[in-house]
């Protein structure tokens, strides 16, 4: 598991906990475990879209598990950030379909255009690159996920587009907007 060296606040709100004891009263008592997947999505939204090691100590501590058991769970799934990432995260596709339809090509010019490789993050804290596993949208090949949307049928012209429109503030990246896809 990578571990970021960078301090990070733990910051468990009242609202926060609400939101969590709420996630908690879908599962058994003595089940809390399985309250696991929304928790930690719940937690890195509310500490700048990343976890710590002492933030996935307190996941831990707070459902009663082991913390290897935080651990394995954000070091296998690509939705969890194991350190600081950009205000924009584009998320490229680069299984089969998308792979074959150009993906690695658009990683690489994606990240040549930002002056990155994939996993990093513009010096500016705006953009990291990443390529994940399949998101499940074969047919719109090739994609990637920014923020809770897809962007389909992706060109580089339509990159340099998403790009552009991230630096003016035009996309929100969780609610449907103008700019979406149609």
């Given at each position: ?106 990683i690489d010019y994606t990240c ?71």
């Amino acid at each position: 598991m990578e571990v970021s060296n960078i301090h990070q606040e733990i910051n468990i709100t009242p609202a926060l906990q609400a939101r969590i004891d709420e996630l908690l009263s879908h599962y058994p008592a003595d089940k809390k475990k399985s309250a696991l997947l929304p928790v930690l999505h719940e937690v890195q939204d509310a500490h700048d879209n990343w976890l710590s090691a002492p933030l996935m100590d307190k996941v831990a501590e707070i459902l009663e598990i082991q913390p290897i058991e935080v651990y394995e769970v954000v070091s296998f799934y690509t939705m969890y950030n194991q350190k600081p990432i950009g205000k924009y995260m584009f998320e490229f596709c680069r299984t089969s379909c998308c792979a074959l339809r150009g993906a690695e090509d658009l990683i690489d010019y994606t990240c040549q255009k930002l002056g990155i490789k994939p996993g990093e993050t513009t010096p500016d804290g705006m953009f990291t690159v990443v390529g994940v596993e399949c998101l499940g949208a074969c047919g719109y090949a090739p994609m990637m996920q920014l923020g809770d949307f897809y962007k389909e049928h992706l060109t580089k012209e339509k990159v340099d587009q998403i790009i552009e429109d991230c630096r003016a503030g035009k996309i929100d990246l969780h609610k449907q907007d103008s700019y979406t896809e149609q």
